[in-house]
């Protein structure tokens, strides 16, 4: 101790004046009280000296909030405080890294040294890439060649750094004419690119919209996504075309001006400017026919400018042509036929009951049966003549006499009229005179759309298939719903039903249903939900859809038992291959994911298991007194893959049954005998009969009794049936031999079990003459004893196997140590209690002295030896 104190103090000093750096790595994000490291550790300090070593931060506020360190270890923790690589070090780099310094002070002053400490923080992936906005566009022309590349600006972003960062995008659909690539720039930025890979067609889809996805490459990979909107731009790829290419009208001489010859009609797929027609006659086409009739370069209606010179010509051919933005006109003729009225020709007199615009009448859809549409009044009819009117066109109208007034006729429909089917109807309503003169008078009827129609789900009934534990945000399907409404009385809008669980969500705009949570099937496995297709009309319209989501199971949950462990009591003897208890285990899992089968871990000859009911058996009869009580392992596995198992501990405790008689210890033969002095007084304890059984409880519980007497006086000896102490109860007159049959017998149940012993006691002054005694002995053995248990030669084995026992070195230490006790209180009591414990030491000897020991001290000796027996068995 000396050569430490002079000589460690000055190599502690000379270490501890030089600082010191540790650096630890640990990972962000770990719980409080996480282990760091041990700074005394780490610096190899002896914290057996004095005063002892301890350790605080050199800046407090900063440092705790991130770090515990204990002031008497140096044992750095983490503390609740989450440690956020991206919040602590927001502009690290991945070749910088992120490092949380910290001074520590190690005191007392005589080794004080300041130790520089670094922890170093990794990166882990818990964080997904994110879009900077949740809806991306770009717009490519539909003439774009295959291989055109086009960039998403918009990349996503990944504050982790490394392999945490984002490592890919792909497209959820890609419709078959794009694919996804990514490119790397010199700062190592991902930017995603769409390329075309068939060729597009604004005219066949002019827009294209799915998810793209940015995976990152944690494990298991985290993703983020985004809208993704690609436009296709028109281009003029199309040119005007007339639906009809020639048309002949029929015009009588005396046509007013004004009168409505005719309505081109053409058409061009295109969008906006590239789909703009204009409608011009020919320059081919004489002055003089251009100025006499009438073309509107926007609507294509040909009407008569002025009268008709019927002397001049009685037909006309009208080249019209219809010009679209770069591209050749398209072209169609009009044969216009004059007959020449000799008298005045009859007049078509048109008064408009339904809205009319430029000779096109519009009726809404919802508009009844029989609805009127306009009257016709003919004029100029002679008495005697006779003017047929009637209807050209298909279609459900009629045109019918209005009630009795002659020469007025009325256009009506005849049933409801659906926007869905046709939208237009031209119609010719024709007066012809008997002289086979006829007038025409055309009229466009225009049906209105109105919000008759519900949107319509393709699937009443959606089933949808997800393992559980999927990741957040997984995509489920796309809902489709068409509405044959025009306008925005045909756009749908999708949404959840109220029944719908808050985990999913529903894109209003595309039908995407996407799950934002992972699913458990043990919390639950089926979910059914309503989703609704809402049209933008007045008053809304909607459909409903039913979709089924079934959660399939995953071995995920591990066997349970239902109690932590498991304790079972069984009666001893209890016959082999019965039901000893049945352990209780449940799996959460479904299928083969939840069998279970049990299996004893630690091994044993001993029990089985029955796997079907989880019951515990044994295969032979169990002895409590060779074993009392049994601890088994028993494992559960489950049948998944790979498979997942849990333990549980059993603890058979076996009861005791009343199956072992008692065992008398002493006298430990029949034939063994003490030596009584006929001046022993009344009520001195002789001697005891000592018995054990191997038994428990009430089983074991032992109570003594004399049943049988031969020799001396009846009466002079008793027994206390609890201790089996015999005390001497009379004076003894008689010398000689006084044997007792003694009982033992314990209180178990329902039969209680006994053994009996001979207790001999020899009545005189000296023993004179052994051999004599042995003879009476001998003698004595025949006494006749009422009750013989069956395990009678289970007694007789019992006194034999303990008589073997080698009691000489107990006996020898017992006896050294008597002496040494003795005789150190003699040295330290006082004189009047030495004179009171020599009184009581005579007393003892007058009272009781076993046959073969020749003063006091080998009664105290013999005791001792009976409890040493005792403690052994």
């Not at 990741?471 to 719903?481: D, E, G, R, V």
């Not at 107990?810 to 209180?825: A, E, K, P, T």
């Not at 330290?828 to 020599?838: G, I, V």
Request: one cysteine or more; aromatic letters at 8%.
């Amino acid at each position: 101790y000396i050569v430490l104190l002079y000589s460690s103090p000055p190599f502690c000093l000379a270490n501890f004046n030089q600082a010191k750096e540790l650096i630890y790595k640990i990972k962000e994000g770990l719980p409080k009280g996480t282990y760091i490291g041990a700074i005394g550790l780490d610096l190899n300090l002896d914290f057996t000296v004095d005063p002892p070593f301890s350790f605080s931060f050199a800046q407090k506020k900063v440092n705790e909030q991130y770090v515990f360190l204990n002031n008497t270890s140096g044992e750095l923790y983490t503390t609740a405080t989450e440690i956020d690589r991206e919040t602590l070090c927001p502009d690290s780099h991945e070749q910088w890294g992120c490092i949380l310094p910290l001074d520590v002070f190690v005191l007392p002053q005589q080794y004080f040294q300041l130790v520089k400490v670094k922890i170093l923080i990794q990166d882990v992936n818990d964080n997904r890439p994110k879009f900077p906005v949740d809806q991306i566009s770009i717009t490519i022309p539909e003439n774009a060649l295959v291989n055109t590349r086009y960039a998403v600006e918009q990349s996503a972003m990944d504050p982790d750094l490394g392999v945490h960062g984002v490592q890919t995008y792909w497209l959820v659909n890609d419709f078959g004419v794009f694919t996804l690539d990514v490119e790397e720039n010199d700062g190592g930025e991902l930017t995603p690119f769409v390329i075309v890979t068939e060729a597009l067609d604004r005219e066949t889809q002019a827009e294209y919209v799915t998810d793209i996805i940015a995976e990152d490459g944690g494990t298991p990979p985290l993703l983020g996504a985004a809208t993704l909107i690609i436009l296709i731009t028109d281009v003029n790829d199309n040119c005007p075309q007339f639906t009809e290419s020639q048309i002949n009208v029929t015009l009588h001489g005396n046509a007013s001006k004004g009168t409505h010859l005719a309505r081109l009609h053409a058409f061009d797929p295109d969008l906006g400017a590239n789909a703009q027609i204009s409608y011009a006659y020919s320059e081919r086409m004489p002055r003089d026919t251009r100025s006499l009739f009438h073309l509107d370069k926007i609507t294509g209606v040909i009407k008569l400018a002025k009268k008709l010179d019927t002397g001049a010509t009685t037909f006309y051919k009208l080249t019209v042509l219809a010009n679209g933005p770069g591209c050749i006109p398209a072209v169609s003729t009009i044969h216009v036929n004059i007959i020449k009225i000799v008298t005045g020709p009859p007049a078509v007199i048109t008064r408009y009951i339904a809205p009319e615009k430029d000779g096109v009448v519009t009726l809404k859809e919802s508009e009844p049966a029989f609805s009127p549409i306009a009257f016709f009044t003919v004029k100029n009819i002679g008495i005697n003549q006779k003017v047929e009117c009637y209807l050209e066109g298909s279609g459900p109208f009629r045109l019918t006499p209005y009630q009795l007034l002659r020469n007025e006729y009325l256009l009506e429909t005849t049933e409801n009229l659906d926007y869905e089917k046709i939208r237009d109807y031209e119609l010719v309503v024709v007066a012809r005179k008997t002289q086979d003169l006829v007038i025409k008078t055309f009229l466009k009827v225009q049906v209105l759309d109105e919000n008759d129609n519900a949107p319509v789900f393709e699937q009443s009934l959606v089933k949808i298939l997800i393992d559980e534990n999927n990741s957040p945000n997984t995509f489920l399907t796309q809902l489709q719903a068409t509405d044959q409404d025009s306008e925005e009385r045909g756009e749908v809008v999708y949404l959840l039903g109220g029944d719908a669980p808050e985990i999913f969500v529903l894109d209003r705009v595309t039908g995407v249903l996407t799950v934002a949570t992972s699913l458990d099937r043990e919390e639950k496995e089926t979910y059914r939900f309503i989703v609704r297709a809402v049209d933008k009309g007045t008053p809304k319209r909607e459909s409903i859809a039913t979709v089924v989501l079934t959660v399939q199971d995953r071995n995920d949950n591990s066997p349970r038992f239902l109690n932590k462990d498991f304790t079972f009591f069984v009666p001893e003897n209890f016959p082999g291959y019965g039901e000893i208890g049945v352990m209780s285990v449940t799996d959460a899992d479904a299928g083969e994911n939840g069998w279970v089968a049990l299996s004893i871990v630690n091994g044993s000859d001993t029990f089985m298991i029955d796997t079907g009911r989880g019951a515990l058996r044994a295969k032979t009869s169990l002895d409590r007194e060779q074993q009392g009580t049994y601890q088994l392992w028993i494992e559960a596995v489950d049948g998944g893959e790979p498979a997942l198992s849990c333990v549980t501990m059993v603890t058979v405790l076996l009861l005791d049954v009343n199956d072992n008689p008692p065992i008398v210890l002493f006298p430990q033969s029949n034939q063994s005998y003490m030596l009584v002095l006929p001046s022993t007084l009344p009520g001195t304890s002789i001697t005891e009969v000592y018995a054990v059984d191997r038994d428990t409880g009430m089983n074991a519980v032992i109570a003594y009794s004399i049943i049988k007497r031969k020799g001396g006086d009846p009466g002079s000896f008793a027994i206390d049936p609890e201790t089996g102490n015999i005390t001497l109860k009379r004076e003894l007159s008689n010398r000689g031999l006084h044997s007792l049959l003694v009982k033992v017998s314990d209180h178990g149940q329902p039969e209680p079990l006994y053994s009996t012993v001979m207790v001999n006691f020899f009545v005189n002054e000296t023993v004179s003459n052994e051999s004599y005694i042995q003879s009476l002995l001998t003698k004595e053995a025949d006494i006749e004893v009422e009750e013989r248990p069956w395990y009678i030669s289970r007694m007789r084995e019992g006194p034999e196997r303990y008589e073997s026992l080698n009691c000489q070195p107990v006996l020898i230490v017992l006896s050294v140590m008597c002496l040494g006790l003795f005789f150190l209180v003699i040295m330290l009591t006082s004189f009047l209690c030495l004179r009171r414990f020599k009184k009581h030491r005579k007393k003892q000897s007058e009272a009781e002295i076993p046959l073969k020991m020749k003063n006091d001290l080998a009664q105290g000796v013999n005791r001792k030896i009976r409890q040493a027996d005792l403690k052994h068995l």
